[in-house]
């Protein structure tokens, strides 16, 4: 050891050489530690940005210069493996002779691929035309003479290639190769954490995405029972809880929160909201690996439509079955009513009109046809009529109605104002039907206008065309329709008339249903009402033209 050190000196005193070689040692010692302080700060570089969400497009622009201090080359690319694919992602410089950054390198014949697979650093001179492989055409381009090709593996993982390529015909150094090595192992633990940062980026990036597209409410609580997360549609209950000064649903609500954390099983509830809103909650403890409850998820559905649609479901239920029953009854009472009308009628022309009893019997017909009309109403709202399809003219139908009712408008002093379109086409339906709307809306008005306490009594029937549907409406001067009533009116056995059945609009809209339009209806209180009844034209049939 002793020897060792009077070595030393002797060389480093110049004992045992020449001042020149002296100098040469020292200087040779130098440049050998600022290659190793060179390469210690690359690896440096790299290792430092394995703890970091750095791309490896920056960690090579950040080692690139200090490389090429220590080893000569022209040309630096790295080409990394995805989905059993070698794919070309870092080219140093770029060069647009070379090919392109996502290219796939062929494992036909290919140097790459050659050195990923056997696991060998693999030197190939570019000028010799008896050796050529894959990337040879892509390599002359750029007028390379030797290409240096080291496989990156992660242990015994692949990960991909290095290439280093060169203008000139030097070669590299063993020593420059084994660092390089060294070099690929630190790249392959860096290119590694890169990939697993970014799957698990993309991973928290699709959950994220997957939970703010839930149009149901979600809640994370954690075990203090705080709010951890929550999805956009979330934030409509914490503002409406927030704006309700009800705290017993919050609490409610908390409440099913601690229950749940405590029984470690899912719960359940409704909240009920002053605004008729109704929300249906669901909770689920969230266990890890140990069975440890550490959060709950609350699920939260708004199921106020749901709830509305279920009602009217009941209701239709509970129509159908009102709907078979009238239908039997009429039938029932069809018999016997035919033979009160003919025996009434029969009555009538034994007596004379002078005869007390033939005032009696004009009373017997005239409620006999009234129950006869109900029947007919019964009939069709249970939709047990069967009527035929065929074109005809609105206005046609509108005249025919007119010739029935224009005596009873007379005596009651009601004007009517006719505004019929000349050239309306035809509509394709049942007229018979159609004038027993108009008859209804007609009967209506004239009720209307009659409790009016206005003086000049007015019925306007107007029909035109608009767009590709045919329109007609009934506007009156009468008593109008409070809004609170205007929703109901169209419910069967609705009525606001003493004696009324209820079933004239509900068989109207039933009516204008069946030939694809509907029924509406403008209203104020005192100041009128407009019911348009909306048929929808045919295609086929507004050619033919009716007044």
């Known amino acids: 050891m002793l020897n060792d050190k009077y070595e030393m000196i002797a060389l480093l005193t110049g004992v045992k050489s020449s001042k020149k070689n002296y100098y040469t040692e020292l200087k040779n010692t130098i440049e050998q530690v600022k290659k190793k302080n060179l390469q210690l700060e690359i690896m440096n570089e790299i290792m430092k940005s394995i703890k970091v969400d750095m791309p490896l497009g920056t960690i090579l622009e950040n080692m690139i210069e200090k490389l090429k201090k220590l080893i000569h080359f022209d040309h630096l690319s790295i080409s990394l493996l995805q989905n059993h694919h070698l794919v070309l992602t870092n080219v140093f410089p770029l060069n647009p002779r070379f090919m392109k950054i996502g290219s796939i390198i062929r494992n036909e014949n290919s140097l790459y691929w050659s050195a990923l697979i056997k696991r060998k650093v693999m030197v190939q001179r570019l000028d010799d035309p008896s050796v050529q492989f894959y ?71 699709e959950w994220e995405d997957t939970f703010k597209a839930v149009n149901d409410m979600i809640i994370v609580f954690d075990g203090d029972i705080q709010i951890v997360q929550f999805n956009d549609a979330a934030k409509r209950l914490i503002e409406l809880s927030g704006n309700t000064n009800n705290p017993k649903l919050e609490k409610t609500f908390l409440d099913l929160i601690k229950e749940t954390f405590q029984s470690q099983k899912t719960g359940y509830m409704e909240l009920h909201y002053p605004n008729q809103t109704i929300y249906e909650v669901y909770t689920y403890p969230i266990q890890n690996n140990k069975q440890y409850v550490y959060g ?15 009602v009217q479901l009941l209701h239709s239920g509970k129509l159908a079955a009102i709907g078979e029953m009238a239908a039997g009854i009429a039938h029932e009472l069809n018999s016997p009513l035919t033979a009160i009308l003919g025996n009434s009628q029969l009555l009538l022309r034994s007596f004379s009109k002078d005869d007390p009893a033939f005032s009696l019997l004009h009373d017997i017909k005239n409620c006999g046809d009234r129950c006869k009309q109900i029947i007919k109403s019964l009939l069709t709202f249970s939709r047990q009529d069967e009527y035929i399809f065929d074109t005809f003219s609105l206005n046609e139908a509108i005249v025919q109605v007119l010739n029935l009712l224009k005596f009873q408008f007379k005596n009651n002093q009601i004007s009517l104002n006719l505004m ?22 007609l009967l209506n008005a004239k009720d209307a206008v009659e409790l009016s306490s206005s003086t000049e009594k ?44 209820g079933l004239g609009l509900s068989v109207s809209l039933g009516i204008a249903k069946t030939h694809g339009g509907t ?17 929808r034209l045919q295609p086929s049939k507004e050619l033919g033209v009716k007044s």
């Open 519 to 535: 029924i509406e209806v403008i209203s104020k209180p005192n100041a009128g009402s407009t019911f348009i009844l909306k048929l």
């Open 458 to 501: 007015e019925i306007t029937i107007k029909t035109f065309k608009h767009c590709n549907e045919i329109h007609l409406s009934v506007t009156d001067n009468g008593i109008g329709i409070e809004e609170n009533r205007r929703s109901e009116i169209f419910h069967p056995f609705y009525s606001t008339k003493k004696n009324g059945t």
């Open 135 to 205: 990337e040879s055409k892509y390599l002359a381009l750029l007028h390379l003479k030797n290409i240096l090709v080291l496989p990156i593996y992660s242990k015994n993982k692949k990960i991909g290639v290095l290439s280093i390529g060169c203008n000139s015909h030097s070669r590299w150094t063993t020593a420059e190769i084994e660092f390089l090595e060294q070099l690929t192992d630190c790249l392959a633990v860096s290119i590694e954490n890169v990939q697993l940062y970014s799957e698990v980026l993309q991973a928290k990036q």
């Open 296 to 310: 709950v998820i609350a699920y939260i559905k708004d199921v106020t439509e749901k709830r509305k649609m279920e």
């Open 420 to 441: 019929l379109q000349n050239d309306l086409p035809l509509i394709e339906g049942s007229q018979t039907q159609i004038e027993q709307i108009i008859i209804n809306l």
